[in-house]
């Protein structure tokens, strides 16, 4: 699609460049080699709190807003938040490979959009459908994207984690009852906008990726069903937060 064909120039910016190049700000960091990207508020200050981890920096080197990463003094494992969509959790995870991080797992959010599936289930994508740009400056045509094997397996161990495909969007407001009515034929259950681009560039890149996420929101399958409300709370961002610290001492064992 955008990425041409045969094109074997390299980028005019790299991640490894913006890091030295003082953008944000020109810092030294050694990471672990296990990190969790967040895609939802609040998580980074629980887990930074309730473990009195240490923050590394406050400035994360990526090209996209800055912002503090952490890391646990029991655990070789650092977090941070990713932003919000494809091209800013991209960017955070290009920025993490140029650091040397080899293991990622994602922990965010979806709308449940299938029989099912209902407010606060957690789901490992074992397919995410591409329906965001960023993939495609990447690959010349990618219909999904697939999580790392052995990560996967690692999730699907943790306590009542559902194995279902989903879709990541970068169209907020075009998520149609048509649209979603062929997603559903696709099997997928649940919509979200960083996924499918997380575990696609991570595959291009070498970093085993994965995601959990929890069903934030229920989506109408029909336009008289009852109207679509937010139904995230923070006891469902705590439980999401613990999932993904508890799949990331496991990926840091692989290492």
């Given at each position: 699609?955008?990425r041409?064909?045969g094109?074997?120039?390299?980028?005019?910016?790299?991640a490894e460049?913006?890091i030295?190049?003082?953008?944000?700000?020109?810092?030294?960091l050694?990471l672990?080699?296990?990190a969790?990207?967040?895609?939802?508020?609040?998580?980074?200050?629980?887990?930074?709190?309730?473990?009195?981890?240490?923050?590394?920096?406050?400035?994360?080197?990526?090209f996209?807003?800055?912002?503090?990463?952490?890391?646990?003094?029991e655990?070789?494992?650092?977090?941070l938040n990713?932003?919000?969509?494809?091209?800013?959790g991209?960017?955070?995870?290009?920025?993490?490979?140029?650091l040397?991080?080899?293991?990622?797992?994602?922990?965010?959010?979806?709308?449940a959009?299938?029989?099912?599936?209902?407010?606060?289930?957690?789901?490992?994508?074992?397919?995410?459908?591409?329906e965001?740009?960023?993939?495609?400056?990447?690959?010349?045509?990618?219909?999904?994207?697939?999580p790392?094997?052995?990560?996967l397996?690692?999730?699907?161990?943790?306590?009542?984690i559902?194995?279902?495909?989903?879709v990541?969007?970068?169209?907020?407001?075009?998520?149609?009852?048509?649209?979603?009515?062929?997603?559903?034929?696709?099997?997928a259950?649940?919509?979200?906008?960083?996924?499918?681009?997380?575990?696609?560039?991570g595959?291009?890149?070498?970093?085993?990726?994965?995601?959990?996420l929890t069903?934030?929101?229920k989506h109408?399958?029909?336009?008289?069903?009852?109207?679509?409300?937010?139904?995230?709370?923070?006891?469902?961002?705590?439980?999401?937060?613990?999932?993904?610290?508890a799949?990331?001492?496991?990926?840091?064992?692989?290492?």
């Open positions: 699609m955008w041409i064909a094109d074997d120039t390299p980028p005019v910016l790299t460049g913006n030295q190049s003082g953008h944000s700000e020109r810092i030294t050694e672990p080699k296990t969790i990207v967040f895609f939802m508020g609040k998580a980074t200050e629980y887990l930074a709190e309730k473990y009195g981890c240490a923050m590394l920096t406050d400035r994360f080197p990526r996209l807003k800055v912002c503090p990463i952490y890391r646990f003094k655990h070789e494992i650092c977090f990713g932003g919000s969509g494809a091209p800013h991209v960017d955070t995870l290009e920025t993490l490979n140029a040397g991080v080899r293991n990622v797992i994602c922990a965010g959010m979806c709308g959009f299938a029989e099912g599936v209902n407010v606060g289930d957690v789901i490992a994508p074992n397919r995410a459908y591409v965001e740009g960023t993939s495609l400056h990447y690959y010349e045509s990618i219909d999904y994207a697939e790392d094997a052995e990560l397996e690692i999730m699907l161990k943790l306590p009542d559902k194995m279902l495909p989903i990541s969007t970068d169209g907020v407001y075009r998520q149609t009852y048509k649209k979603e009515q062929l997603w559903r034929g696709k099997g259950a649940g919509v979200d906008m960083e996924t499918s681009a997380m575990l696609s560039v595959k291009y890149l070498g970093v085993r990726t994965a995601a959990l069903a934030s929101d109408p399958m029909h336009p008289g069903d009852p109207k679509w409300k937010w139904s995230m709370t923070q006891d469902l961002r705590i439980k999401t937060a613990e999932l993904a610290l799949a990331a001492v496991k990926a840091a064992e692989t290492i």
